[in-house]
């Protein structure tokens, strides 16, 4: 864990626009400190990025941010053990991706809607769906985290092991299936040329962490099954549709691990092992979150860097594009913060367009925005020439449909996810020999008595 704390012991006050910081601050005689616990970046610079916009908006608030930058997983815990003591920080960073659909349930979050407002009217619908929780104890929706940035997960490709097999990266088909399959006999090729340890694939299929939710969720959806959680929290397990496509999910995962296109070990694989794998060859193509898979390359590949393609998932069976998921990076506030007036300031500072722009860029594009307003005619988004990977996963997050995660939902979803009942109807299927209908079966039964639990009010 890395700590930060700042102290700017200055004049003046903080005057925000109704409209989001549309004027500057104005002198506060009263400046108070807010304690901020904020997840660890993925690349350095996200996190000197963060640490400079702190500074910022200490010098034209007069007010104090003690900033602490966390990693994920201790972040995790930090931010439970503090709920459940009542012992909070000021502002956290919703970690995990589920943590504020949990905390709303539970009546742990203070409604954050006046923030939302400011620029509400520019966000991507996908960000707000994200952010628009169900108060359980109340029993109401309403915005209970801020978001400040998006991610979904496009494919990343091994342009040069096309090549290597025979093919042109042009082949690469545009349909889901013919995707997929085209990655077989790219394997089979380079078998042939001595690469015994590349797999076509490398789909993370363990019962760990979030890679296997966002896999099996997109695959889901690739078959039909996009709603089998629906805005109004309503789960539908027993509709043909939705069954139909989680057997196809499973049968076609199942066929390419039993027929050796994705890598043995990735039924323990946790979330950086896929990026991993990717790297060192292990997998042509591999399906993983944000820009993460590229932006490590800059440290110790970058001479590889543009022989990666990134590339939207293709479009379904039936040539139609295809919905994919769009997560958020966001802040929340705990009921019980000593400074809620800050707090409330600052994430309305972060969504500020001037300052949010510095925040993506900060980060080098590994975010997409919340709002297609601040990429607008900014080639720093769309020129491949500077960077190849950023305007194709801009097109897949800004441009094209996007949903929210199912727990934005029903939170009974972050519970689905944790206990991966899909992918343990994998293991299942590839490891006792189960049936993959009933393998189906008995995972979305298992989902039907999870969402039992959360009764969303109509």
């Known amino acids: 864990m890395r700590h930060l704390t700042r102290r700017a012991v200055l004049r003046g006050s903080l005057g925000l626009a109704a409209a989001g910081l549309a004027r500057p601050f104005i002198a506060n005689a009263a400046a108070t400190t807010a304690s901020v616990w904020w997840t660890q970046g993925f690349v350095p610079e996200e996190d000197t990025t ?64 006046d923030v939302i407002e400011t620029q509400k009217a520019k966000m991507l619908p996908s960000a707000l769906a994200n952010a628009h929780c169900y108060d359980g104890v109340e029993k109401r929706r309403s915005y209970f985290c801020v978001p400040h940035a998006g991610a979904v997960t496009p494919f990343h490709v091994w342009g040069t092991l096309v090549e290597k097999a025979g ?58 099954g996009v709603n089998i959680v629906t805005p109004d929290g309503k789960l539908h397990a027993n509709e043909p549709q939705v069954q139909e496509a989680m057997i196809r999910a499973l049968d076609k995962l199942s066929t390419l691990y039993k027929n050796g296109h994705i890598p ?29 898979t590229e932006l490590a390359m800059l440290d110790h590949q ?19 594009k295809m919905m994919t998921e769009y997560n958020i990076a966001a802040t929340m506030i705990p009921k019980g913060a000593n400074n809620v007036k800050v707090a409330k300031e600052f994430q309305t500072y972060l969504i500020t367009p001037d300052v949010n722009r510095q925040f993506l860029k900060g980060a080098l594009g590994r975010f997409v925005p919340i709002s297609a307003d601040l990429i607008k005619d900014d080639p720093w988004w769309t020129d491949p020439k500077r960077d190849p990977h950023v305007p194709p ?45 009933e393998a189906a079966a008995k995972a979305l039964k298992r989902v039907e008595e999870i969402f039992g639990k959360y009764q969303i009010a109509a």
């Open 50 to 113: 963060i640490k400079k916009l702190v500074a910022d908006y200490e010098k034209t608030s007069g007010n104090t941010i003690e900033l602490s930058i966390v990693p994920f997983a201790p972040l995790r815990q930090k931010i439970i053990s503090a709920i459940t003591s009542g012992v909070v920080p000021d502002l956290m960073s919703v970690t995990p991706t589920e943590a504020a659909s949990l905390q709303a349930w539970a009546g742990k979050l203070v409604d954050v809607s």
């Open 167 to 224: 093919y042109k990266r042009s082949d690469i088909p545009k349909t889901w299936d013919a995707f997929i399959d085209f990655f077989i006999p790219v394997q089979a090729k380079l078998l042939e040329q001595g690469m015994r340890h590349t797999y076509a694939t490398g789909f993370v299929v363990s019962t760990v962490g979030n890679d296997p939710n966002t896999t099996m969720t997109q695959f889901l959806i690739a078959y039909g």
């Open 264 to 292: 043995p070990g990735s039924v323990n694989w946790n979330d950086a092992d896929d990026n991993n794998a990717f790297h060192s060859k292990l997998c042509v193509m591999d399906f993983d979150g944000t820009l993460s």
């Open 302 to 320: 970058k001479d590889e860097y543009n022989d990666v393609l990134t590339l939207p998932p293709p479009l379904d069976n039936n040539g139609h």
């Open 393 to 437: 996963y801009i097109e897949q997050g800004v441009y094209s449909p996007t949903k929210p995660d199912y727990f934005a939902y029903n939170p009974a979803w972050a519970q689905v996810r944790s206990e991966h009942p899909f992918n343990v109807a994998f293991h299942e299927i590839v490891a006792e020999g189960r049936p993959v209908k």
